[in-house]
């Protein structure tokens, strides 16, 4: 079992609002989630995970990264 499944049957099991532990739990991949996935999280940027936007991320880590690290 991954790591992902293993967490998401812990959580059933000691979630305190008492879910049912047979509560189906569905594996989904990156940018191939169903619409009843979505549907829970209000605006969806199918675009948030592209490579454009996950470079555009680094280089902003990367440069507040390197800023911190420059003495004046």
Known sequence: MKD???????YLRADPSHR?????????????EPI?????????????WTVKNLLNLNNFFFINYISDKIIL
């Open 4 to 10: 992902a499944e293993r967490i998401a049957y812990d």
């Open 36 to 48: 009843h996935f979505i549907g829970f999280f209000g605006p969806w940027d199918r675009n948030y």
């Open 20 to 32: 049912d532990p047979d509560t189906p739990i569905i594996k989904t991949k990156q940018m191939h």
